[in-house]
């Protein structure tokens, strides 16, 4: 499609090509050469002429529409804007500018200084800025503060530039951001990372930070007396391979664990490389995550356990020395007396019997919560493999009942085993499996009503066996219930005399668990309890971590 500035020129050639051929076919033609060429010059410029005023058309509208835009923008610019002279008096600024400054709508800024609008300390910042554009024609960028009439202290971003005619410098133009809330909340994570510096430098720990690649990002004073290093020159090196080439293996694997599950692992070590001799660690390493949850880093707090171990080693020797203290005159006494039931020393009557039976009993319970606690014990201090093999389920779980039928003839309690298994047959560590049922069925016992029943279902659940104990015992509330499994944790809510270590369901807990299943507790208002587990009916012994592993 043909321009109109094409159509123009095509025209003005064709009244050119028109003239010359006229030129020449009329020989007779009154005009001399002079003529010809004043004729060609006047229609040369009257073209030039038509251009340049459709030029100047197009170039007027085109100022026009680029002077409403900017008009608009300086208007409706949500940022502050004003211009200046060469003398920094003002020349106009935007609405939002003249509402910063507290100008009404009649007054004028024209020909005003800084000076009438800011403090003299403020003015004077600004005005070294100013002057500076104007001398050196750059940008620059500086902040300055403002207090509002309501009392509140903005901080503005400020933007100059220069203001050029014709290569002359002829004022500045200036933008103003609003940065109060971005100063502030920058001003509060500098107060808290110089806080949570100070915390991290003043605990009593060995405390580091370092990025996904094992690079070190922080280090607290106690990691810089450690490795003899401040941390500037730390900073950006991988000091576990650097320092601790031993160990570096070890502590990647463990990094990588941290990575992909995005959770705290906490590893005990006894080592050399934080001391000149070997002491006992807890290292605990977690994840930092961003925004978008992903790690971007791992925090390492390394704490020194020597006084913990050796703590908790003489508690276990005292706790060892006096169980087996007490377990040789239970166990006397349990011979003593039957010696007596079997009549050895002479015949007793039934009160007699009954007196002794109950003695007996008494005596068979405190053996039991002996080797509880030996047993308890010895499973923090020594940790052996689950030895898996196949077994009758249900036959171990009647023998077990048998067992310990004496504590529930005690309180008049009876037991009662029903089972829906098709297939009794299990592949699990038989001991163990039967300490955690034993546990179970003491339990019931224990906190049991007396003369009441105690029901042991046993089910199967796809692959899995199900083995549930049901008694009736003062409700547990769901506080209780969520930390009953751990350590040293009885039923405060039983109202009758008893003796409990607290140790039964947290073996129970650890056997289940190490046999990839899981143990329950459940209480209802009706005073009906229920204890229990579920395990796979085939257990891979070779998935067992060393974590895991038990008495």
Request: net charge positive.
């Amino acid at each position: 499609m043909l321009t109109k500035k094409l159509h123009r020129k095509m025209l003005f050639y064709t009244i050119f090509l028109c003239f010359i051929i006229w030129t020449l076919l009329e020989p007779n033609t009154p005009l001399s050469g002079r003529d010809a060429s004043l004729s060609v010059l006047v229609l040369f410029l009257t073209q030039s002429w038509i251009e340049k005023k459709y030029l100047y058309t197009k170039l007027s509208v085109k100022y026009k529409n680029q002077a409403d835009l900017l008009n608009k923008l300086f208007l409706n610019c949500p940022d502050l804007v004003y211009r200046k002279d060469s003398q920094l008096r003002y020349k106009d600024c935007n609405p939002v500018m003249r509402a910063m400054l507290n100008i009404g709508q009649t007054e004028s800024i024209f020909n005003k200084t800084d000076y009438d609008f800011y403090p003299p300390k403020t003015a004077k910042i600004i005005r070294y800025y100013d002057r500076k554009v104007l001398k050196s024609g750059g940008v620059v960028s500086y902040k300055i503060e403002k207090n509002q009439p309501d009392g509140q202290n903005k901080i503005y971003e400020t933007l100059l530039a220069p203001v050029t005619d014709k290569s002359h410098i002829t004022g500045v133009i200036g933008i103003l951001r609003d940065n109060t809330q971005f100063e502030n909340l920058k001003e509060k994570m500098l107060i808290q990372n110089a806080q949570l510096e100070s915390i991290l430098n003043n605990m009593p720990y060995i405390i580091y930070m370092k990025d996904c690649e094992g690079k070190l990002i922080f280090a607290n004073k106690n990691l810089e007396t450690v490795i003899g290093m401040t941390q500037d020159k730390l900073l950006g090196i991988n000091f576990c391979e650097k320092f601790f080439n031993d160990y570096y293996q070890e502590s990647q694997k463990a990094d990588k664990e941290v990575i992909e599950s995005k959770k705290t692992i906490v590893i005990e070590k006894q080592t050399a490389f934080f001391s000149p001799a070997t002491n006992w660690y807890q290292i605990s390493k977690s994840p930092i995550l961003d925004y978008k949850n992903n790690v971007v880093g791992i925090i390492v707090m390394v704490k020194n356990i020597d006084k913990e171990k050796a703590l908790e080693a003489q508690k276990r020797n005292l706790v060892s020395t006096i169980t087996h203290d007490l377990k040789t005159p239970t166990n006397a006494q349990l011979g003593a007396m039957n010696i007596l039931l079997d009549g050895s020393l002479g015949s007793l009557n039934a009160e007699q019997k009954e007196m002794i039976e109950l003695s007996k009993n008494s005596n068979i319970y405190m053996n039991n919560m002996i080797s509880t606690i030996l047993s308890a014990y010895k499973s923090e201090d020594v940790q052996n493999p689950l030895v898996s093999s196949d077994f009758n389920f249900y036959e171990l779980v009647q023998v077990t009942a048998k067992e310990i039928a004496n504590l529930a003839i005690t309180k008049k309690q009876n037991i009662i085993i029903l089972s829906k298994l098709l297939n009794e047959n299990i592949k699990a560590d038989k001991l163990q499996i039967k300490r955690a049922v034993m546990n179970l069925l003491g339990n019931a016992i224990t906190y049991g009503f007396e003369k009441s029943d105690i029901i042991v279902n046993i089910s199967q659940k796809e692959n899995n066996i199900i083995f549930n104990v049901i008694n009736k015992g003062y409700h547990i509330s769901d506080a209780k219930l969520n930390e009953i499994f751990e350590k040293y944790k009885t039923n405060e809510n039983a109202k009758f005399n008893k003796a409990s270590t607290g140790l039964g369901l947290y073996l129970s807990k650890k056997i289940i668990t190490a046999h990839r299943g899981k143990i329950y507790a459940q209480s209802t208002e009706n005073n009906i309890c229920t204890f229990g587990f579920c395990i796979p009916r085939a257990f891979n012994q070779s998935s067992v971590t060393e974590k895991e592993q038990i008495v």
